[in-house]
């Protein structure tokens, strides 16, 4: 009867401790809607320190840095934070291998390849085609972003001509 009695206890901990889990999920969800990012990261890292196993709070971490990013006035300040969401989004993809949670926060991917693009075009407008490369190709590798893909053509097209010139060469003519 005790065995049974332990056993039935230890059932409803694991449940418990399942949906605690999600509790962290949903409450880190729920504060980024709101747009507190300061409450769901303290959300999300409680969530990871009980488990790294919960992918969706890796997704979650990116779309707070990508909400801390644009609260920043400084534009270095928030280009730097656009990197930061950048590299939590690879970090949550690289580690939800089966790509199990992608496709339902691939909302993320599009926000950061966004503010990744209009930071991009602002240094292809300024002629600065190499850091306007650095900048554009990401947009394209985590969100296959189309308008992406055809200012990084341009801009690479740009930076030829731009070589060729510093060369002597005929490129156009």
């Avoid at 790294?52 to 644009?70: E, H, V």
């Avoid at 006035?73 to 970090?91: H, I, M």
């Avoid at 790509?99 to 075009?121: S, T």
Wanted: charged letters at 30%; glycine letters at 4%.
């Amino acid at each position: 009867m005790t065995k049974k009695l332990l056993f039935i206890c230890l059932m409803i901990i694991s449940a418990l401790s399942v949906r605690a889990q999600h509790v962290s999920v949903m409450d880190a969800t729920e504060a980024l809607e709101k747009g507190n990012f300061k409450k769901a990261e303290k959300k999300i890292k409680k969530g990871l320190s009980k488990d790294r196993k919960i992918y969706q709070l890796y997704y979650l971490q990116a779309w707070a840095d990508l909400l801390k990013a644009n609260e920043e006035e400084d534009l270095k300040r928030q280009l730097k934070g656009y990197v930061k969401a950048f590299k939590s989004f690879s970090t949550a993809v690289s580690k939800d291998e089966d790509g199990q949670f992608k496709n339902e926060y691939a909302f993320i991917a599009k926000l950061i390849a966004k503010a990744y693009r209009v930071e991009g075009l602002e240094l292809y407008r300024r002629d600065q085609f190499s850091k306007s490369q650095n900048i554009l190709e990401p947009c394209v590798e985590i969100a296959n972003d189309t308008l992406s893909k055809i200012y990084l053509g341009l801009d690479l097209w740009q930076s030829r001509i731009q070589k060729d010139k510093v060369r002597g060469g005929t490129l156009l003519k």
